[in-house]
């Protein structure tokens, strides 16, 4: 794809900018008619509102964004209420932050359930970040770069006790632990993918979830 041969410079360089971007730095991936399914003007996208308004939940809609080096936020809102303060959160997909919110639900029983208190803040490592799977260099991008993933890394409880994923996943008290397995599996029946301390040696000290391909649960 580029202009005619006879086209001028600037001619060329205008039209390539419509296409990929015409300038310094990496060109952006540019989003398909398919992965535009989820953005905010498509029926997905309004039926997934249509599913967060039903849950109750406070939400602001955010443009549809691409960004250099491959990364997007398509489809995507922010987060203002879901029953419990969480926070680090920034763009996510609808459907992440759909299944978060059900997840932070399940979350508030389990803690009153295991722990005898209720819940009163979710810390979280953030959703949106333009990196690759795990920070490392020359990888394949994470589902952080499509704002379709999240880092969950502790809980705060009313009774005052602070539950991290690093001290407490395997941890001195039965009880905790017991949370933490629990609020895992959770997440594995919410979401597509499911990572924590068990999955490798980058998540010793969070979950995370996200829509990506799977069922996956580690």
């Not at 008619?33 to 997934?48: D, K, L, T, V, W």
């Not at 443009?63 to 969480?86: M, N």
């Amino acid at each position: 794809m580029g202009a005619p041969r006879s086209a001028s410079l600037a001619g060329a360089c205008a039209f390539l900018l419509l296409l990929a971007g015409c300038g310094g730095g990496p060109e952006p991936r540019r989003v398909s008619s398919q992965n535009m399914a989820g953005g905010i003007a498509s029926p997905a996208f309004r039926q997934c509102r249509a599913a967060l308004n039903k849950d109750a939940v406070r939400y602001t809609v955010l443009p549809d964004r691409t960004f250099d080096g491959g990364c997007r936020a398509v489809g995507a809102v922010q987060l203002l209420d879901i029953g419990v303060p969480v926070s680090g959160l920034k763009a996510m997909t609808c459907p992440l932050a759909l299944h978060f919110g059900r997840w932070t639900a399940t979350t508030r029983g389990i803690a009153r359930e295991t722990l005898g208190s209720e819940l009163v803040r979710i810390e979280s490592f953030g959703t949106y970040a333009c990196r690759s799977r795990n920070s490392q260099v020359g990888g394949r991008l994470s589902e952080h770069a499509f704002a379709n993933a999240v880092d969950v890394a502790a809980f705060v409880l009313a009774d005052g006790r602070r539950i991290t994923v690093e001290r407490g996943w395997s941890g001195a008290d039965p009880k905790v632990r017991d949370f933490l397995r629990r609020t895992h599996r959770a997440g594995c029946k919410e979401f597509q993918i499911g990572l924590g301390p068990e999955a490798d040696r980058f998540h010793y000290n969070h979950f995370h979830f996200d829509m990506g391909r799977g069922p996956y649960c580690r």
